[in-house]
């Protein structure tokens, strides 16, 4: 005799395909009453720190945002429970984003205020991709992270680079100006070069002599070019990733639904399933 499924492991199967089914009806709908709450919580949160309505409707608003972080901690186990490898998920991204969505209400318990913390609710909205499933999106998105990825070293050997510099140009301005013009320390003095060079310019602090003044202006012009340092090497992996892993095939039309946008090593169109056409 066949081994029949248990209670529990039908109840898993059905769980999964609506948690993540994202092409069956049923998981949509979810996917669209899931960002519909993460939309809801984050506008709650808002209108938590405006005093007026605060006062009002202080009652309300934690009773709503409590209904919904219950509900994303229903959610968050089901995620668990339904899928093979509970820890895999754990562990993921949207898993750490999905855990950091409904901690802050109950630290709010413990340490008062810390519901407000619950705005990084927002970043839910990545799921955003998986339920549009628009190759071009997620295409772009591979694209950028492996961009990132291949600009890793490069970017960190900058940042220490800018690190020493910071360090160097702090100390100077220490022994240029002084505690007269409010460089009391080399620390002050590094957070004057920081301010300068991200072209902040807080001006709570500056440099009153003539040499003070002209490093001063070394630095911000400084300032501009690291801004656009790790912007073009980012920018020119992305380049390089866009001409070495150009995958899309808009020639691939399947013969059912009439998709045209598929990726080369599609076999399937991925909106109704039907064979695609080899060339």
């Known amino acids: 005799m066949k081994n029949r499924k248990s209670k529990y492991e039908i109840f898993r199967e059905k769980i999964k395909i609506i948690l993540y089914g994202t092409n069956t009806i049923l998981g949509r709908m979810f996917d669209l009453v899931l960002l519909g709450l993460i939309l809801l919580s984050v506008l709650l949160i808002m209108m938590e720190t405006v005093q007026g309505i605060n006062q009002k409707y202080h009652q309300q608003l934690i009773i709503c945002e ?41 630290l709010s318990i413990f340490f008062p205020g810390a519901s407000v913390l619950s705005v990084i609710r927002a970043l839910r909205f990545f799921r955003l991709f998986k339920i549009l499933h628009i190759p071009q999106i997620s295409h772009q998105s591979a694209q950028l992270r492996d961009a990132i990825e291949a600009s890793k070293e490069k970017i960190l050997v900058f940042i220490y680079f800018v690190l020493i510099s ?6 100077i301005m220490y022994l240029v100006e002084g505690k007269e013009s409010g460089f009391t320390s080399i620390p002050m003095g590094i957070y004057w070069t920081i301010v300068t060079l991200t072209t902040v310019g807080y001006g709570d602090i500056s440099p009153q002599s003539p040499l003070g003044q002209f490093i001063a ?31 899309i095939n ?21 909106e109704c399933g039907t064979q695609l056409p080899n060339n």
């Open 166 to 171: 910071t360090v160097i140009i702090g100390t």
């Open 66 to 106: 409590w209904i919904i972080t219950i509900f994303f901690t229903i959610e968050y186990i089901l995620r668990i429970i339904s899928i093979q490898k509970p820890i895999k998920y754990i562990f993921s991204f949207y898993g750490i984003i999905d855990l950091l969505a409904v901690l802050p209400m109950y």
């Open 250 to 270: 808009s020639k691939k039309t399947c013969k059912k639904c009439q998709s045209q946008v598929h990726f080369d090593n599609a076999k399937y169109c991925y």
């Open 217 to 247: 202006a070394l630095v911000m012009i400084l300032g501009y070019g690291i801004i656009a340092v790790p912007t073009g090497i980012v920018t020119a992996e992305f380049a390089k990733s866009s001409l070495k892993n150009n995958t």
